[in-house]
């Protein structure tokens, strides 16, 4: 009986995928068939697609972002509490945060490589972009000195109110650590916040099972806006984010999975891979996070005590894929517009790139609104991203998706040096 319980429930999983997968290519149909087959009209334009499809789309991302600061907090708190150790927490902590880091100044040098070369800002007529100002939100650069105090809250319920997830990351590693140090005399408290932690595990499932819906919705809303015309002008900008992507998932991370672990990167990638369609199909990593966890833990055999750390921290600090859409945002920009760019420059924008990743929220589109701030280092008008909006929910899917696979890769190699892999788990076959 318990078998084939178990087995009733790896179908009921592989069905959500499934139907995840459904809803994407049956909402992209819908959209086209919106766009070129049915007349513009009341009905069409404010009844289905900015009524019905807008409410359903942006209702599964609000229930989303309703996760992100309980389910972030109760994770970290959690997962610094199960290493207990001050010196080890430091240990894995540190690493994480340089391997965060460091893949992030790569995956900016890749994508201003690929924006070198394949050069998509020639030869674009500037007349087609379209610049909606209410759209484009402008971020004023802190100092160095700004940006490290900002990190500590002053009032922890104001960052957990108002979403700032650096000063809740920061409040949690210390809750999480006092906790571990006081043992049995904070039993009561530690007890809760790991029960809620788990409320908020469910909660998420729960948000998740209505993906299908929100997928469907936000595709085929996307499609029926935009259709295919918007991609023609732009084809080489999505092109060279796209290779900039598949060289940082395909490329970078496997390496360094195989040079750190000795691990398999094409089976990793296959255990990984329903995950990673999950977080295309929402663009948001951090409704990835319970379903990292939980298949890292499951198919590749990696300790929940390191998981359940470094996946909500990759979550919010570690935006590959965002960075690699900036730095080709910035070579497009800087070519369509005649701006010619210093070395200098683009040590520039590696810098300012990866520290407005760190900042980024794990939520749709976010990575516009730090662009902006890239934008403004190195002098290029922000007029650009106007245009770059307009297909950016489409690349928008992929980055997340990269995202999430480079928090995979770095929990695996961190599990991997503190010995928390069962790697008979990770080399059994599915």
């Known amino acids: 009986m318990g078998a084939k319980k178990e087995n009733a429930k790896e179908k009921k999983k592989i069905s959500l995928t499934s139907k995840i997968f459904i809803a994407l290519i049956v909402g992209a149909v819908t959209g086209m068939v919106l766009h070129y087959l049915v007349p513009d009209g009341n009905i069409k334009n404010d009844v289905i697609v900015e009524g019905v499809l807008y409410v359903l789309g942006q209702g599964f991302i609000r229930l989303m972002k309703m996760l992100v600061v309980p389910l972030v907090f109760c994770s970290l708190v959690c997962g610094s509490m199960a290493i207990g150790d001050t010196k080890k927490l430091g240990n894995v902590g540190g690493k994480t945060l340089a391997f965060y880091l460091v893949t992030t100044?790569?995956?900016?040098?890749?994508?201003?490589?690929?924006?070198?070369?394949?050069?998509?800002g020639i030869g674009l007529d500037m007349s087609k972009i379209q610049v909606n100002a209410s759209d484009i939100e402008t971020m004023e650069s802190a100092s160095l000195a700004q940006t490290i105090l900002n990190i500590i809250p002053d009032n922890p319920f104001k960052a957990l109110a108002n979403g700032e997830m650096l000063q809740v990351i920061v409040f949690a590693l210390v809750v999480g650590v006092i906790l571990a140090k006081l043992g049995e005399r904070a039993e009561v408290v530690a007890n809760f916040i790991s029960q809620f932690n788990d409320i908020m595990m469910e909660m998420t499932m729960m948000?998740?099972?209505?993906?299908?819906?929100?997928?469907?919705?936000?595709?085929?809303?996307?499609?029926?806006?935009?259709?295919?015309?918007?991609?023609?002008?732009?084809?080489?900008?999505?092109?060279?984010?796209?290779?900039?992507?598949?060289?940082?998932?395909?490329?970078?991370?496997?390496?360094?999975?195989?040079?750190?672990?000795?691990?398999?990167?094409?089976?990793?990638?296959?255990?990984?891979?329903?995950?990673?369609?999950?977080?295309?199909?929402?663009?948001?990593?951090?409704?990835?996070?319970?379903?990292?966890?939980?298949?890292?833990?499951?198919?590749?055999?990696?300790?929940?005590?390191?998981?359940?750390?470094?996946?909500?921290?990759?979550?919010?600090?570690?935006?590959?894929?965002?960075?690699?859409m900036q730095g080709v945002a910035v070579m497009f920009a800087a070519q369509a517009f005649g701006i010619h760019l210093t070395p200098m420059d683009y040590v520039t924008v590696i810098g300012t790139a990866t520290l407005a990743s760190i900042g980024t929220a794990g939520i749709p589109s976010v990575g516009l609104v730090t662009l902006t701030m890239v934008f403004n280092s190195?002098?290029?008008?922000?007029?650009?991203?106007?245009?770059?909006?307009?297909?950016?929910r489409i690349l928008d899917m992929a980055r997340t998706a990269v995202n999430i696979t480079g928090d995979a890769v770095c929990t695996t190699i961190v599990a991997c040096q503190n010995g928390a892999v069962d790697k008979e788990v990770f080399n059994k076959a599915e």
């Open 105 to 120: 100044a790569v995956a900016v040098a890749v994508a201003l490589g690929i924006g070198t070369l394949l050069r998509p």
């Open 207 to 324: 948000v998740m099972s209505l993906a299908p819906i929100g997928v469907f919705s936000l595709i085929a809303r996307t499609f029926a806006n935009i259709g295919f015309s918007a991609f023609i002008p732009l084809a080489k900008y999505m092109i060279a984010v796209l290779i900039a992507l598949a060289i940082q998932c395909f490329g970078v991370y496997q390496i360094l999975l195989k040079v750190f672990t000795g691990l398999n990167p094409i089976r990793f990638i296959k255990k990984f891979f329903p995950v990673m369609a999950f977080a295309f199909s929402t663009a948001t990593s951090n409704a990835t996070i319970p379903l990292s966890i939980d298949t890292l833990h499951k198919k590749m055999g990696v300790s929940k005590k390191i998981s359940s750390f470094t996946i909500p921290l990759g979550a919010t600090i570690n935006m590959d894929g965002t960075s690699i």
């Open 378 to 392: 190195v002098g290029l008008p922000v007029e650009a991203i106007g245009i770059i909006m307009g297909i950016d």
